[in-house]
């Protein structure tokens, strides 16, 4: 077997993004790069598995966004991928997660250098749209764990030095332009979307599909994974106890481990 890990398109890791050049004009695209949605990602994604002439798949897997894009590349697919492992995610997004998106978007405009043609755009924005997301990544059981102050305190509060922190550890990585963008595209999913609704999408998905759940997580509550895993045709659903919240998939790696190993070892049986 080989392991593809793909840049998702829109994103400054390596794809095509805002700041990528504009072939009619030469210059970066800036405020002129079209919305994506999760269905044109899963339709990138296709079209590298065919110039890589992969003729069949035997896992997808992908957490938060990269589930969205999992699940529509999956509906895609149908038999040509044998399993689908959809971390933490939904098949449609709910009016809380968009909520959480546009208020990142807003800090963005509100940064008096959003409008410029510049990679640094919005930076001062994006550092405050990283800020609101922790607090949608996290739970509020974590923060108290590990971010509370021992001493009284007027100001200068340990959460709010940790919020600031990752807000500039972004920064200085990414860009607002494609915050922007793959916010817009994870507002857009709905895999029903053209489909009839999201129920019959999912029932005409082959492949066997494990939906993990993380308890705690406010952002993609454990129901929306519970779902996409009772209307598939082969699904299961599993469950990350965890206080960190939605960021528990990419942290509590035993507890991963274990029901990955578990699922695989089920279809032995």
Known sequence: HFIVCANLLGSCYGST???SENPKSGKPYFYDFPNLTTRDLAKSLE???QHLGISSIHTIIGGSLGGQVALEW????????????????NAKTSPWTIGFNETQRMAIEADSSWGENSPDAGKKGLEAARAIAMLSYRHPEDFENKQSDKEAK????????????????????????SYWVLSKAMDSHDLGRGRGNVKNA??????KILAIGVDKDMLFLKEESQFIAKHVPRGSYKEIESSTGHDAFLIEYEQLQYI??????????
């Open 154 to 177: 007027l100001d200068g509060f340990r959460i709010s030095s940790y919020l600031r922190y990752q807000g500039q550890k972004l920064a200085s990585r990414f860009n607002a332009f």
């Open 74 to 89: 999956a509906y895609l697919l149908q038999e040509q991928v044998r399993h689908t492992i959809i971390l933490a995610s």
């Open 17 to 19: 993004n805002p700041l």
């Open 260 to 269: 990955l190993r578990s699922f695989y070892l089920e279809e032995n049986d």
């Open 47 to 49: 079209h590298l598995r």
């Open 202 to 207: 999912l029932s005409a998905i082959p492949s």
